[in-house]
């Protein structure tokens, strides 16, 4: 029984830091029509900034959170002004362009803060454990699926329930008829993409809490962010967070149970999903 | 008198011999070039041709068809590893019977997979075939049969190193620059079957495929064969550069499955320009040694540089720079042809 | 005009590039190097990818040799050409071939993973390259190749004492395993299970580890307990993964009872990692191929030239260090002959000293060293390993055919 309370939220920390790296692609990705591989450098920039912020200068670790997500937003918004906005539409330009960022960010990453992996690390108000029922469970990983929840609630409040989210879903079926009815588009897109890249940042040191950070991260979260989004479909905050802790258990699971098969399964139940439902769980056609 | 004389040069110039000039121009630097090059470059050039064929034959599907794939690594994994396996677990080393079962199997696993992956387009089928990598990445990791065991019996290398030069005329062992030229000659042929292939009937209806598929659907058109030929193709010519590839690298292992591989022939197209049959070509070798280059000048940064190079050949040479050479190449001939454009 | 120009530039892209070509193609290189030629020895360092942590401290450990040697061997200056292996076999090939056929290289440092190792093995074995490795060593290479010298030993070898201590000083009977899944993650974990069950230990549980495991908490939620498992033999590829496995069972140790950790090859923390893991690491018993605090006077002067380079203690700079110092004896005897039957003849059947100890090679490359058994402790302001025990010319290999 305790096995499997411990596996169960294991899976559902593991899942809540996936949906945070895919959440912020599949709303781009879907909403918006950009393909933007360099997601995953985003969510290890934001890490490194909050390495520096909270382990070097010592500070209060959400203002390293929020630095984190800051810069990765900024960087973030810096590609899409600069050039992703000239590719409207074209998606092989897109692939090429920001997989370029993924290498260009990892490198100068790799110069800045070298090759050491950096140790995970947390608010030391959050050292410890939990005490739920009976059952002991590190403060970090209820954190990270507290922070999850909530903002899972609050994107899917911002997509069904406020005009912003109205509009983008919109912009997307019919580009022409949204700026025709006076809107300005672009500005709404702008602070869509500013937010998912927030969002990957603030990830960043989220993740930082289970992961650590290092170079190779920039590759591999966008792996999962990949993933995660055939599973669980393109364009909808559901789709990121059913796809997300679908795998996050299963992976929580299959590892603790058959360890020599731990990637396999993640590939397994893609392809599954991917065939029995194209367009993944809970997405919507594009 | 000179008139007439310099007339009969310029009509050729703008001729045929025009037209060929480049190629031929191309051809003898290939040719010619590894002869005084050392061991280290023509595995480079050998290297670029293979991702070249690679490349060309996965353009059929993303330039010409217009199906964004990233998971050709499969079928060019296919092929690297049919020719390993061959020469570590049966000692079979012709290449008479290396390549075709290269090619053999990799349009077998187009023939099957294909199904699966056409049923989605745009964004779907990027991920749909990226998926299919990344699980024939973990089932080559993993598979007892396609890697090197230790004395322990473990896996003690994922892949199989020490692949050898095929034997191609029974007696005679190719040397580094025998086996180059065996390689330009296979390119070569590659090239021209694909030029075959794009320029015939079926290559026209893939095109119209990617301009508008309701169009061509209600032409009377059956667009998925269309599109699932090609697939098969197209896994053929990446089977054939996935064998040159092994040789060439003298190791397969599971990552020439996975994105990382998937990933270069698509850069290569669109760097090299995707709308036509050698940009691929050209995009290969540019790649390859500004990879090569910059790794051995700058080491630790070259990456960047990889990264700044597809970000500006996006931005600023969007057609490609094989189709931006091709352009200026006409400039030139009209310049010095003197003919009415 | 226009058209001009576009020749123009057509000739210019040309001739840069046929530049750059021959740049790369310098003339043939001779067969003996007169002697005012500086001996040229090549270099494997993970410098991208997902070990790039490990080139920079390699190339730290060769600078400092070469700099103790004053840059010169039998009279000639040394030059030593790094490359690039940038964590993937294929890439180690191709830079393995330009050492030896663009640079004329004959003697190759490097590379570092097992399966660049045995991508280069036929090559190396065919073309006569010397080469060695910093920590890891396939047996494989050693066993079946030529050419290849394992420093300090085969991974196997280097773990057959801890197998032995784990049982006979620690009393252990059962042992679980958690290792990374790759060649050489196999073979340290086969070398300690090998000691431990050639003195009558058994293994209950076994786990393999992918390179780059994000959560190794599942791992721990299955590890059995103290009353299935006296010991919980860890090895990880690198800091990154063994820190975050420890803090994985750290937290699953507050709610049941696991094991305690033995770790092979500590040397993969560094010194900032364990200040990290101070409440998990403090004494921890482990295996450590080189200890910086052992108490030798060629050790001592070893660490305190690097740290008075360096400004830090060196851990698996050591091998690199030690490596450049082999060849530059083994030049040294050769009066500066690099040729491959010149060298082997210089370097096998002989004992070296090193800061890591004692080093004898056999006939096959193989190397016999000392292997150490550590506990983590607090000295001073640094946590570091410090020797509880040392096993003599105890490496060798059950799988590699003696001398």
Redesign the interface.
């Known amino acids: 029984m305790?096995?499997f309370a411990?596996?169960l939220l294991?899976g559902l920390?593991?899942g809540m830091i996936l949906f945070l790296i895919a959440a912020g692609l599949s709303i781009i990705?879907g909403v918006m029509g950009i393909?933007n591989l360099s997601h995953g450098a985003l969510y290890m920039l934001g890490g490194y900034f909050g390495w520096m912020i909270a382990q070097r200068l010592g500070l209060n670790f959400w203002l390293a959170v929020f630095i984190g997500g800051l810069v990765a937003g900024l960087v973030g918004l810096f590609i899409e002004r600069a050039?992703l906005r000239?590719?409207y539409k074209q998606?092989?330009?897109q692939?090429?362009?920001t997989?370029?960022?993924?290498?260009?960010i990892?490198?100068?990453c790799?110069?800045v803060w070298?090759?050491?992996?950096?140790?995970?690390?947390w608010d030391p108000a959050l050292s410890g454990?939990f005490n739920l029922a009976g059952?002991?469970?590190?403060k970090t990983?209820i954190i990270v699926i507290a922070i999850g929840t909530v903002l899972a609630v609050f994107l899917w409040w911002l997509q069904n329930k406020t005009r912003v989210g109205a509009i983008i879903r919109a912009g997307m079926d019919d580009r022409e008829m949204v700026t025709g009815l006076g809107i300005n588009l672009a500005r709404v897109s702008m602070l869509i993409f500013f937010l998912a890249a927030f969002i990957a940042g603030f990830a960043g040191v989220i993740g930082a809490q289970?992961?650590?950070v290092?170079?190779?991260q920039g590759l591999?979260t966008l792996?999962f962010a990949?993933?995660i989004?055939?599973v669980g479909g393109?364009g909808s905050i559901q789709g990121a967070l059913a796809g997300a802790l679908i795998i996050g258990i299963v992976?929580?699971?299959?590892?603790?149970?058959f360890?020599?098969?731990?990637?396999?399964f993640m590939?397994?139940v893609?392809?599954i999903i991917?065939?029995a439902k194209?367009?993944g769980l809970l997405g919507r056609k594009? | 008198m000179e008139k007439d004389k310099w007339e009969g040069i310029r009509r050729l110039w703008q001729g045929r011999l025009g037209q060929f000039a480049p190629f031929i121009i191309v051809g003898l630097i290939l040719l010619t070039i590894p002869h005084f090059a050392h061991a280290d470059i023509q595995l480079m050039m050998a290297k670029s041709l293979a991702f070249a064929t690679f490349a060309m034959g996965y353009n059929l599907v993303?330039g010409y068809t217009g199906l964004?794939s990233l998971g050709h690594g499969v079928y060019f994994g296919a092929g690297g590893y049919a020719v390993a396996l061959l020469q570590y677990h049966l000692h079979i080393y012709s290449f008479w019977m290396a390549m075709p079962l290269a090619v053999a199997v990799s349009m077998l696993l187009a023939a099957i997979l294909g199904p699966?992956v056409l049923?989605?387009t745009?964004?779907?089928f990027?991920?749909?075939t990226?998926?299919?990598g990344?699980?024939f990445y973990?089932?080559a990791?993993?598979t007892k049969f396609m890697g090197v065991l230790s004395v322990a019996g473990q896996i003690a290398v994922r892949g199989i190193p020490g692949i050898v030069y095929p034997d191609v005329i029974p007696g005679i062992e190719l040397t580094s620059t025998t086996f180059y030229y065996f390689i330009f000659t296979g390119f070569v042929i590659c090239y021209i079957l694909l030029y075959r292939i794009t320029n015939s009937p079926f290559g026209h209806a893939l095109v119209g495929i990617r301009e508008s598929e309701p169009r061509m659907q209600a032409l009377g058109y059956h667009t998925w064969r269309y599109k699932y030929i090609a697939l098969i193709v197209s896994a053929g010519f990446s089977g054939v550069g996935g064998a040159m590839f092994a040789w060439n690298n003298a190791m397969i292992d599971p990552s020439h499955f996975a994105?990382g591989t998937s990933?270069l022939p698509?850069?290569m197209s669109?760097?090299g320009g995707?709308t036509t049959l050698f940009g691929p070509a050209i995009g290969a070798v540019i790649v390859t040694f500004v990879e090569y280059l910059a790794s051995i000048t700058i080491r630790?940064?070259w990456?960047?540089i990889?990264?700044?190079?597809?970000?500006v050949?996006?931005?600023f040479a969007?057609a490609g720079i094989g189709v931006y050479l091709a352009r200026l190449w006409e400039k030139v001939r009209v310049r010095y042809g003197n003919t009415k454009s | 005009m226009k058209g001009k120009k576009s020749l123009l530039v057509v000739s210019i892209v040309c001739l840069v590039a046929a530049l750059l070509i021959s740049g790369c193609v310098p003339g043939a290189p001779p067969a003996v190097a007169p002697p005012a030629e500086p001996i040229k020895i090549g270099s494997l360092v993970d410098l991208?990818?997902?070990?790039?942590?490990?080139?920079?401290r390699f190339k730290q450990g060769i600078d400092l040799a070469l700099e103790t040697i004053n840059h010169t061997i039998a009279g000639r200056p040394v030059e030593v050409i790094f490359e690039d292996s940038g964590s993937s076999p294929t890439t180690a090939m191709e830079r393995f071939k330009k050492l030896h056929e663009s640079d004329g290289v004959n003697i190759i440092i490097g590379p570092l993973m097992g399966d660049q190792q045995s991508a280069v093995a036929p090559y190396a074995d065919q073309h006569k390259v010397l080469y060695v490795g910093y920590i890891n060593s396939t047996t494989d290479c050693v066993a079946d190749y030529g050419t290849f010298i394992a420093y300090p030993a085969t991974c196997i070898g280097q773990q057959r004492p801890s197998g032995w201590f784990l049982y006979e000083d620690m009393g252990y009977r059962t042992m679980a395993t958690l290792g990374s899944?790759y060649g050489g993650g196999h073979d340290y974990i086969a070398g300690a299970v090998y000691g431990f069950e050639e003195k009558g230990g058994k293994v209950v549980h076994q786990?393999?580890?992918?390179i780059?495991?994000?959560?190794f908490?599942?791992?721990m939620?299955?590890m059995p307990t103290k009353d299935t498992a006296d010991v919980l033999c860890i090895f990880l590829s690198?800091?990154?993964d063994a820190?975050?496995c420890l803090?994985a069972y750290r937290?699953?140790k507050?709610?049941?009872d696991l094991p305690p950790v033995f770790e092979l090859i500590v040397d993969v923390f560094?010194p900032?990692?364990y200040k990290?893991?101070e409440d998990v690491v403090v004494g921890m018993y482990a295996q450590s191929t080189y200890l910086p605090l052992r108490d030798d006077p060629i050790n001592n002067a070893f660490v305190a030239a690097f740290r008075a380079k360096y400004g830090e203690t060196p851990v698996i700079q050591q091998n690199a260090y030690t490596d450049m110092m082999l060849f530059a004896q083994g030049l040294e005897i050769t009066g500066g002959d690099d040729s491959f039957d010149a060298m082997w003849a210089a370097m096998t059947k002989r004992e070296f000293q090193t800061p890591q100890g004692p080093l004898y090679y056999t006939s096959t490359g193989e190397g016999l060293s000392n292997c150490y058994i550590a506990q983590i402790q607090k000295v001073g302001d640094e946590i570091l390993p410090v020797v509880v025990k040392t096993y003599e010319r105890a490496t060798k290999d059950p799988y590699v055919p003696s001398d």
Do not use: C
């Open positions: 305790e096995f411990t596996s294991n920390s593991f990705v393909i050039f000239r590719l998606m092989n330009e692939v090429l362009l997989f370029g960022f993924v290498y260009i990892t490198n100068i790799l110069w070298g090759g050491d992996a950096k140790v995970p690390f454990s059952l002991l469970y590190p990983r289970l992961w650590g290092y170079s190779y591999q792996l990949l993933i989004i055939i393109i992976d929580a699971f299959g590892r603790a149970l360890p020599q098969l731990s990637m396999f590939f397994l893609m392809i991917l065939i194209p367009s594009i | 993303f964004l699966i049923r989605s745009g964004m779907y990027l991920l749909l990226f998926a299919f990344e699980l973990s089932i990791w993993q994105v990933f698509m850069v669109i760097i995707s630790a940064r990456p960047l990889l990264g700044g190079i597809f970000v050949s996006v931005m969007r | 991208t990818g997902p070990i790039a942590d490990m080139g920079p899944d786990v393999w580890a992918p780059g495991t994000p959560d908490a599942p791992y939620a299955a690198s800091g990154e820190a975050r803090m937290d699953e507050v709610k049941r560094t900032q990692q990290d893991l």
